[in-house]
């Protein structure tokens, strides 16, 4: 069964940047290239939402608070997809987890923090 991991989350300020990884296990190169992928985060008190999506043909779609500012990408020979996050601001502070379309397993997420 596949399994998703996310890295790459951390502190920092307002204005900053960073790059979330999410590695998929379990599956093969061909299996996890026809998914579309999924950015979703989760901030205190408030529902899980979704940030971004990628297709498996490449094409991609995100939320409008985050729109010009992240970038959703994918390397399905590594099995991983990435979000950067540029311009960062203290609402983006939530965890953040990967996952496929339809939905398996949540992953245990990545939390970012954005802090002055």
């Known amino acids: 069964q596949v399994q998703l991991m996310e890295s790459g989350g951390g502190l920092v300020q307002p204005g900053g940047s960073l790059r979330l990884s999410c590695a998929a296990s379990?599956?093969?190169?061909?299996?996890?290239?026809?998914?579309?992928m999924n950015w979703h985060r989760q901030a205190p008190g408030k529902q899980r939402e979704l940030v971004a999506s990628?297709?498996?043909?490449?094409?991609?779609n995100y939320a409008d608070s985050v729109r010009e500012r992240f970038t959703i990408s994918r390397d399905n020979y590594k099995k991983a997809i990435y979000l950067q996050m540029n311009n960062l601001k203290p609402e983006d502070t939530a965890v953040y987890y990967c996952?496929?379309?339809?939905?398996?397993?949540w992953g245990q997420g990545t939390q970012v923090t954005v802090s002055s």
């Open positions: 996952n496929r379309s339809p939905l398996v397993n």
């Open positions: 379990g599956t093969s190169v061909s299996l996890f290239s026809i998914y579309g």
């Open positions: 990628i297709t498996n043909g490449g094409s991609t």
